[in-house]
């Protein structure tokens, strides 16, 4: 995805995300690539049938008007775009008394695997963000003494690689040599099933280029005895960015373990980016030379092919970011887009939205 498209979904996703509905009439419709547009155009008619039964008449009226907005809208497009589509409706008025009904639609920059509706108070972007986000893969591992499972993240998929069961007994109430020598048999059998789950977890998150990070949680204590048994390889030790508390294993556990980790998750996404300004200001601050900032200054260097990295907050507009990406590539300068959203971004906002890394002085 070049820099003009995930700006413009950028927008997109931002401007539906700030609508909410009074209810659940915000309707999102996504579409898969190469499903037939008629197919769909059919279901939206036999939901604005099933619509008719929503008690509320304000609801009902704005789910049945923006049912009828998409097919006039699916009706446009003789065949479903190459990538497919994703279109949503609903009333958008800020005012309580009175409906504005608008319809909206992408083609997706990657291709759409997704085919759903919903109706809800806000619209469904997940789909759509997981498009934008680094392609990072981070590694799942669930533990716990009964079960354990080994997935991956990637953007807001989530994949189980492998699901293992133990061979640990359940807990005697024995008492003297017999508790004693069971309390053995499950300590080696515990082990065992450990090596398991990291054999598994070396051999696959060892392979993959782009591992972000590694993730470990489980019910109970067992989630820190396996990390602290010296099971997983070093390197892998060395990407293990938390440890979540877990009341399922399982599928379930692989995806409590992710909204569990969304912190961890959020932080590395914006480690990249506060890197990159890092760098810029403490260049700033003890060796000015080495960068450029403002536009004028900034387009010269480019322009000198000065400029290594190329970096412009996310509120430029279009015009200027389709003018100055042609400009990064053909001086093969790298071009990043921070968000404005930060202090860091805000500051280079500040200094006029627009700076750069220098290959060498040139002021």
Known sequence: ??????????????????????????????????????????????????AQNIKDKTTRNHVIDSLERIVRHLRLFKKTPENGLAVFAGNVSEKENKADIQVFSIEPPEPMQLRTYRCDQTFLLDPLKGMIEEKDIYGLIVVDNRE?????????????????????????????????????????????????????????????????????????PTKETFLDGGYLNNEIMKKVL????????????????????????????SVK??????????????DFKKVVYGKDKTLKALELSAVDILILTDDVEDEFLDEIEEKAI????????????????????????IAGILRFEVY
Do not use: C, W
């Open 1 to 50: 995805m070049n820099t003009k498209k995930k700006k413009k979904l950028l927008r997109f996703i931002k401007e539906l995300g700030s609508y909410r509905g009074r209810h659940t009439e915000l309707v999102s419709i996504y579409i898969p690539q190469g499903y037939d547009v008629i197919k769909i155009i059919h279901h939206v008619q036999t939901e604005q049938g099933t």
């Open 148 to 220: 354990g499972n080994v997935g991956t993240l990637k953007g807001t998929m989530i994949k189980e690689i492998k699901k293992m069961t133990s061979d640990v007994p359940g807990k005697t109430t024995k008492g003297g040599q017999s508790q004693q020598r069971y309390a053995r048999i499950r300590e080696l059998a515990a082990k065992d099933f450990h090596k398991r789950i990291a054999d598994v977890a070396n051999r696959e998150f060892l392979e993959m280029k782009n591992l972000k990070g590694v993730i470990v949680g489980g019910p109970g």
């Open 242 to 269: 938390g440890v979540k508390d877990l009341s399922y294993t399982g599928d379930f556990g692989l995806k409590e373990l992710v909204e569990k980790s969304k912190d961890l998750l959020a932080e590395q996404a």
């Open 273 to 286: 980016e506060k890197k990159l300004l890092d760098r810029f200001f403490t260049l700033l601050a003890k």
């Open 330 to 353: 053909s001086y093969g300068t790298t071009l990043e887009i921070v968000s404005v959203e930060t202090e860091s971004g805000n500051q280079l906002k500040e200094l006029g939205g």
